[in-house]
């Protein structure tokens, strides 16, 4: 089935908000880290609101992939959160996340490619992202597309740090 890229929209926010805490699940637990804040009701809410704040926001860009009328992956980027980042020559990646049963079939490809078109539509020269040091799975898919760590970490979940990645535009090829 053909994948497609919309802008989300207020009416998206419970489908993305659930496809979040459904891949977030996935990958810590795959982590060794199980929590019943992954999935409580006060953690949906949480989600829910960063996810209303996103879509609402004139600096960041919330994209969906959809297959007919299913919500399958989603997309947040816009200027980089940590203050040693250039934020006239970076765009942030916050999140990419892909419902777990459609792992594998190049929805995080599409997505990925639509930051890195993003990055270059606006003539930014480089990305950063942030990924959990144990959710080795998307580690090995940001290293894939041309992505390294830069040795900036931050205290995460699970006796864990987010490790942050950089990737230069010029390190994905030409448009």
Known sequence: MTTSLR???LDDLDHITGLHTRARTAYYEAGGWSEPEL??????????EMWLRAVRSDTKTVLCAVQGDALVGVLAMGPP??????ATAVGQLYQIHVQPGFWGQ??????HAAFVRRLRDTSLSAGVLE???RNTRAQGFYARHGWRTDGHRRSGPGDGDYVRMRLGVAAVGPR
């Open 81 to 86: 959160h940590d203050t040693d980042v250039d």
């Open 7 to 9: 802008p989300a929209t």
């Open 39 to 48: 999935t409580s009701p006060e953690a949906f809410a949480e989600r829910r």
């Open 106 to 111: 190049g929805i995080g490809g599409l997505l």
């Open 131 to 133: 990924a959990w040091e």
